[in-house]
């Protein structure tokens, strides 16, 4: 699946920094959603947009601002982050929240904090 | 608590038959999905099951036990292609609420 893509692929910044993590989805799907992949750790869901709302913020620390514009973009703001919010950054997507809805993912953002 | 364990890695041969279990504990079950992942891309849609038994979709085959918290992914015909991480994710809760096990890599040796 290639209807989700993120920018950008690889990421340096140091813990005074902020950047901005974009991900957009082009298959007309209604509720996106931000994951953490740490090396040999599960997949940690952290945000999911639904019709452009939060719905679920999964106690992530406050140096972590998502933004959802609009169905198609989620946005991730990066603030004052630490050595150990070094990870790989997915983006997803599905058509709903029904049992059975699929969620598609990007190819991810791979975050380096010095 | 919500728990969800694989095997960590796994080798297998080219041709081969390979299976992958993943057992689950979560507070609430809708669905169970597996998902393959090459290094350094996204995790791609494999199978979902709800219902209890086998779904077959070619060489990739996904089986549930819902009272057991159970399930396998089974590849057959191993190709060089398959080695890939492994990820089984179970459906809890609201607003599509995905779970992820930690993943099992999987080796594919001629």
């Known amino acids: 699946e290639t209807g989700v893509t993120q920018t950008p692929r690889h990421l340096v910044m140091g813990m005074t920094n902020k950047k901005s993590l974009k991900c957009e989805q082009h298959?007309?799907?209604?509720?996106m959603y931000w994951y953490k992949q740490s090396a040999k750790k599960p997949l940690e869901l952290m945000f999911v947009y639904s019709l452009e709302e939060r719905v679920e913020n999964n106690s992530v620390p406050s140096r972590f601002s998502p933004e959802c514009p609009n169905s198609s973009h989620l946005f991730l703001h990066l603030h004052t982050l630490q050595p150990e919010d070094s990870a790989l950054y997915l983006c997803?997507?599905?058509?709903?929240?029904?049992?059975?809805?699929?969620?598609?993912f990007g190819p991810g953002t791979r975050l380096l904090v010095l | 608590g919500q728990n969800i364990d694989q095997p960590t890695e796994m080798t297998a041969t080219e041709g081969a038959i390979v299976q992958i279990n993943c057992t689950y504990q979560t507070s609430g079950f809708n669905g169970l999905f597996w998902y393959q992942q090459h290094a350094g891309e996204a995790p791609t849609f494999l199978s979902y099951n709800v219902l209890d038994g086998l779904e077959e979709k070619g060489r990739f085959s996904s089986f549930l036990s819902r009272s057991k918290g159970y399930s396998y992914l089974l590849l057959k015909e191993l190709q060089m292609k398959d080695s890939a991480s492994y990820l089984c994710?179970?459906?809890?809760?609201?607003?599509?609420?995905?779970?992820f096990g930690a993943g099992t890599r999987l080796a594919v040796h001629p």
């Open positions: 997803a997507s599905s058509s709903g929240q029904g049992a059975d809805e699929t969620q598609y």
């Open positions: 298959l007309g799907h209604n509720a």
């Open positions: 994710a179970v459906k809890s809760g609201g607003y599509n609420k995905l779970i």
